[in-house]
């Protein structure tokens, strides 16, 4: 299993960061890596939350994704947020939509958006970011 790999942030916080193939088990270790970070910093209250939207962009990035492994990336911008990411190699923006109520899949963004402060994507060169901010309440 790849070891995650961290780096100081201009925030003085570390990020973590993890390549995995892409593949649905790997949602598995996506979990983990967020729940490590959240633990670190103190900030328990974001995990399950944040596990639940990384499990979400992996799947898309699984459905959606071009080549062989995806990124996940959790840092931490300020004190009271915390961004979790995933990267791939294509250039093809997700797609919120509405689902049928007899289809299995078609919701995961609906989620991501029902439980973070805000979310988005990010271009890059190389493909791009699918990101979404967890808040301390309170």
């Known amino acids: ?4 790999t961290t780096c100081a ?17 790997s949602a598995d270790d996506a979990r983990r890596l967020v729940r490590v970070a959240c633990a670190v910093w103190g900030l328990d209250e974001l995990a ?16 959606h994704a071009r080549r062989e492994s995806i990124r996940i990336v959790v840092d931490r911008p300020d004190a009271a947020r915390v961004r979790v990411g995933v990267a791939d190699l ?4 997700p797609v919120e939509r509405e689902a049928d109520d007899n289809e299995e899949g ?4 609906r989620l991501v958006a029902a439980l973070a402060a805000d979310w988005g994507t990010d271009e890059r060169r190389w493909g791009k970011i699918v990101w979404a901010d967890l808040e301390v309440r309170g």
Do not use: K
Not at 48 to 63: C, K, M, R, Y
Not at 90 to 93: H, P, V
Not at 106 to 109: A, D, P, S, W
């Open 9 to 25: 942030r201009p925030t003085g916080y570390p990020g973590y960061s993890e390549t995995l193939p892409r593949e649905s088990e």
């Open 48 to 63: 399950e939350d944040g596990a639940l939207i990384v499990s979400e962009l992996v799947a898309n990035a699984v459905q």
């Open 90 to 93: 294509s250039r093809a923006r």
């Open 106 to 109: 078609g919701r995961g963004l």
């Open 1 to 4: 299993m790849p070891q995650p």
